[in-house]
């Protein structure tokens, strides 16, 4: 028996949640659906394949002040950020939502990330199924599924006149606290994503083709747009800077790509990576071999954003299916 | 909730000493505003920490002073980019951001016994200099220590003042070189490679801790392992671009290793297995 929540039920519950919370949930905004802290539960899309964003920005957004400097009388003071609001995010899916797991392993390591971490504490995620994978979703390949529960607090799944309730954390019992759920019978069509992709000789594999000419050839058609790390929900490399005015300087960070030739730019101008070649190179070694040693799992849920956004049409899938016949070739040859 | 500091929130320091070191090198002599603080701030021979210019920006720098003289945290730093250049511009009483220490350092434990052969190179002088002077005051703990340092000029040369002292200590040697002398220059005209070469230090019992430009890198390693030294007994320090010092920002990654948390000091033993290489 599982529970179920209506249709009405649902909006009289976010409308509720919203008196002392931000709710942030799927909107759309120019035809682009993406998430937004909403005034009124009408502005909600439940129909979407995925947001353009990932819910990654609402953790570590774009740009973010860490903390501001204050200059007064002759004197400097530092002002820190709290963030003192509870939120709920609704809608997140499993991919983006174990993207933020995989986030945690970064930014909650010692030391934690304060800003972040004080994020997380305060935000209960409520997850939505996905009942038909988009084209590009190949979250079945990395370890998760359409309806995975495992990385948010509570778990929704639509059926006919509204949704199947699971409670997953402490979190997201508290949050149901004041909400009567009725038993439900209701089944629903489990959805599939593809799962034949092989990755779990990647690593290893990787290891083999550092030296390859691959890399430069996928790299020659990269544009540095950066869209792929922007759109993905686990890419965390970032810069911080000081936004000064004219009483205070906000010390911001915001996000970076490593596909950026000054990413890695000295002063001096001394760069270990003058190459497109190297740099794409960076980019599929972080997600595909350095964070995995680092933190045992591969650094992508599988979300197909960057399939989705790269205007060159470079795809994690192909570079995931390429590099073991590459090591192969190369151990071949050794 | 126990809460946690903000590990980007710099402690407030104030400036209170800069010194020239060179044309383009100053020194800053700085200490934290809270005491507290500035008795904890404990730090070790090849650490760096974060040094901030309010409204520009902060860079990470390689810790100079020795921190057993309790003589103030001390920077050297070369005027290269826009922080540098800020920093340069500050004056005594300044008040600028210290974040850290950061890093792992030289084993100067482990090196006790040993024959420390020093190479230095310009600005790369600057994580050399706590190493030398923590040998120099517990001098009878360590073996010969042969100091080699060039620049481009001799103006360029950093820690002039220090040349005599280091020199005056028991069983150490010190050799200076330059690319192009002057007329007051009587010393070497000649290339750290080509130094290391005519001294022909002895690998026996010995590590040679070297840190300069890429190139004086490249082809002192290769002079060095000509003469018998192992992968293991060279060490040096690696520099990247850094944003946070945490292992967060992604950004000074040499293949799975992060410069920041994993390093800076790594010995070349180490480095070559590196799958990335600079």
Redesign the interface.
């Given at each position: 028996m599982s529970k179920f929540i209506s249709k009405d039920e649902l909006a009289f519950w976010l409308d509720g949640l919203m008196k002392d919370r931000q709710l942030i949930a799927p909107v759309i905004v120019d035809d682009q659906t993406v998430f937004k802290p909403i005034m009124n539960v009408d502005e909600i899309v439940f129909d979407y394949k995925n947001t353009v964003l990932s819910a990654k920005e609402w953790f570590f957004p774009t740009t973010e002040p860490l903390f501001t400097i204050c200059h007064k009388d002759g004197s400097t003071d530092l002002a820190p950020i709290d963030i003192e609001k509870e939120s709920v995010v609704f809608g997140i899916r499993p991919c983006d939502a174990a993207g933020l797991k995989l986030l945690d392993k970064v930014f909650l390591g010692e030391p934690p990330d304060f800003i972040y971490s004080q994020r997380r504490d305060k935000t209960t995620l409520i997850g939505l199924t996905c009942l038909e994978p988009a084209p590009q979703c190949f979250c079945g390949s990395m370890g998760t599924t359409p309806n995975n529960a495992d990385d948010v607090d509570i778990m929704l799944t639509e059926v006919e006149d509204g949704y199947i309730v699971s409670t997953v954390t402490e979190k997201g019992k508290a949050l149901l606290s004041d909400v009567k759920l009725s038993d439900s019978e209701k089944s629903w069509q489990e959805a599939k994503c593809p799962t034949e992709l092989q990755v779990k000789e990647v690593p290893e594999a990787m290891k083999n083709c550092f030296e390859d000419n691959y890399w430069t050839r996928v790299s020659d058609r990269c544009i540095h747009c950066n869209i792929c790390a922007y759109v993905c929900p686990v890419c965390h490399c970032f810069d911080i800077r000081d936004c000064p005015t004219s009483e205070e300087t906000e010390r911001i960070r915001c996000w970076d790509s490593c596909q950026s030739p000054g990413f890695t730019r000295a002063a001096g101008g001394h760069t270990p990576r003058p190459t497109k070649g190297s740099r794409l190179r960076q980019r599929f070694y972080h997600k595909l071999l350095y964070f995995p040693e680092r933190f045992g799992d591969l650094q992508c849920t599988g979300c197909g954003r960057c399939v989705l956004s790269c205007p060159v049409n470079i795809d994690i899938r192909e570079i995931i299916m390429d590099v073991p016949k590459l090591g192969a070739e190369s151990g071949a040859k050794a | 909730?126990e809460q946690?500091?903000?590990?980007?929130?710099?402690h407030?320091a104030t400036i209170k000493s800069v010194t020239d070191l060179t044309p383009d090198v100053k020194l800053f002599n700085t200490e934290l505003d809270d005491p507290a603080a500035q008795s904890g701030f404990n730090y070790q021979p090849g650490q760096f920490a974060f040094l901030s210019a309010?409204?520009?920006?902060?860079?990470p720098f390689c810790l100079t002073s020795a921190a057993h003289r309790k003589s103030g945290i001390e920077f050297a730093i070369r005027a290269?980019?826009?922080?540098?250049n800020a920093l340069h511009e500050l004056e005594e009483g300044a008040?600028v951001?210290i974040r850290g220490p950061f890093g792992n350092s030289f084993p100067m434990d482990e090196y006790k016994g040993k024959n420390i052969i020093i190479i230095g190179g310009g600005i790369g002088m600057a994580p050399l200099h706590p190493v030398i002077n923590t040998i120099i005051d517990c001098r009878d703990d360590y073996g010969n220590l042969l100091i080699m340092n060039g620049a481009r000029t001799p103006q360029d040369l950093v820690f002039k003042d220090e040349f005599d002292v280091w020199a005056k200590a028991p069983n150490t040697k010190v050799e200076l070189t330059v690319d192009r002398g002057d007329d007051d220059w009587k010393g070497r005209v000649a290339l750290i490679p080509d130094v290391v070469v005519d001294l022909n230090p002895s690998p026996e019992k010995a590590i040679a801790i070297i840190c300069g430009p890429?190139i004086m890198i490249h082809f002192t390693l290769i002079k060095l392992k000509d003469l018998g030294f192992a992968n293991d007994q060279i060490v040096t320090t690696l520099?990247?671009?850094m944003?946070?010092g945490?292992?967060?920002?992604?950004?000074?990654?040499?293949?799975?290793k992060y410069i920041c948390v994993d390093g800076p000091v790594f010995t070349f033993e180490q480095i070559s297995q590196f799958?990335?290489q600079?």
């Open positions: - | 909730m946690k500091p903000n590990p980007f929130m710099p407030m309010y409204g520009i920006g902060e860079a290269v980019g826009t922080v540098t008040k951001g890429p520099e990247g671009k944003k946070c945490l292992g967060k920002c992604g950004r000074c990654n040499v293949g799975e799958i990335e600079f």
